[in-house]
């Protein structure tokens, strides 16, 4: 069946006498990679980033993902811990949150 094909795709010799193809590793490597994001050291989600972003961009893009958008919303950031191709680790501020004890 393959022969049939190779042979309507116009090639007179045999497909068992060709050539394998060789494998270019730049096609191989993938340019995006998912990346974990904590939010005060627990992993509330992931989002997918170039390999080469920069801790902005990952920033921006984890405070647009609607799961990671409601930990993010309207909370002030003590700190951002950036590994770049590793995870992205957000600090919040909890100096004003009101703690109520019943």
């Not at 590793?25 to 997918?48: A, M, S, W």
């Not at 930990?71 to 004003?96: A, C, E, F, S």
């Amino acid at each position: 069946m393959a022969e049939e094909l190779w042979s309507r795709l116009g090639h007179s010799s045999s497909l068992a006498y060709e050539s394998f193809p060789k494998a270019n590793p730049d096609y191989l490597k993938d340019t995006t990679i998912v990346l974990p994001v904590q939010i005060n050291g627990k992993t509330r989600g992931t989002i997918e980033v170039e390999e080469g972003c920069s801790e902005d961009d990952a920033f921006a893009l984890a405070s647009q993902d609607k799961k990671l958008e409601k930990y993010l919303d309207g909370q002030p950031i003590k700190k951002r811990i950036y590994v770049p191709g590793k995870i992205l680790n957000v600090i919040l501020d909890r100096t004003n949150v009101k703690v109520t004890t019943k």
